[in-house]
């Protein structure tokens, strides 16, 4: 099993909707979580971090975290042809001072217009 | 605010050869990851320093190897290069918890 799992894609998603990213971890012990987005031929960039269960919102973005489940989620709304990336799912690693990020390899998503 | 330095942006080396990455990060960052990214396997963790200590090490052979200075600055080092090694190494400044700012990454091509 994989430390990070999220669904590989391509999700596609019209203009204007809602597109749902998702991300499964095996760690139960884990503390942070972040999604990272990297557009083709980039380097991944932050956008969202959540450190405790429910959700949190920045903008047009909302990520959700169920530890009890192991589950990670990042909603994007009104999605914009701009948002088409890979987004990458990570998880910190729950002992103090260990800055490791484990990442899942990425769901593509392409943004219709 | 500069960001985070990689150089050089692109090399080709020859199998067996050894070869040297540069990561200067951002300043007041005194953590640095590296991560080799490849398309089959995504990111993968290969060491993280913290004021000149090595603090996590992924699991890669021998052959990778890493410092940093007093500056911060850190260096990735590979020595013996297989074909397999060809890759994007990305070098992620931190001020801690998980917060990454990445490099532009140096795309690494062995022949």
């Known amino acids: 099993q994989k430390e990070v799992e999220q669904n590989s894609g391509p999700l596609s998603v019209p203009e204007g909707a809602i597109a749902s990213l998702n991300c499964t971890y095996s760690?139960?012990?884990?503390?942070?979580f972040f999604w990272y987005r990297q557009y083709s031929g980039k380097s991944p960039e932050l956008i969202m971090s959540?450190?405790?269960?429910g959700d949190k919102e920045d903008g047009r973005f909302t990520a959700q975290l169920n530890k009890a489940s192991q589950y990670v989620s990042l909603l994007i709304r009104d999605s914009q042809p701009s948002d088409s990336a890979t987004y990458l799912c990570?998880?910190?690693?729950?002992?103090?001072?260990?800055?490791?990020?484990?990442f899942g390899t990425g769901t593509r998503l392409t943004i219709i217009p | 605010k500069a960001g985070v330095t990689q150089t050089p942006r692109y090399l080709i080396k020859t199998r067996g050869q050894q070869v040297t990455l540069s990561c200067s990060p951002i300043s007041g960052h005194r953590s640095v990851s590296w991560y080799q990214q490849t398309p089959g396997q995504g990111l993968q963790f290969l060491f993280e320093y913290f004021s000149e200590t090595q603090r996590n090490k992924g699991n890669f052979p021998g052959r990778f190897s890493g410092r940093q200075f007093s500056n911060s600055r850190s260096e990735m080092n590979v020595s013996t290069l297989e074909l397999g090694d060809s890759a994007l190494y990305l070098c992620?400044?931190?001020?801690?918890?998980?917060?990454?700012?990445f490099g532009s990454g140096t795309r690494l091509t062995v022949v």
């Open positions: 959540i450190y405790s269960n």
């Open positions: 990570a998880v910190r690693a729950s002992n103090f001072g260990n800055e490791k990020l484990t």
């Open positions: 992620a400044s931190s001020l801690g918890a998980g917060l990454y700012t």
């Open positions: 760690d139960r012990g884990s503390q942070s």
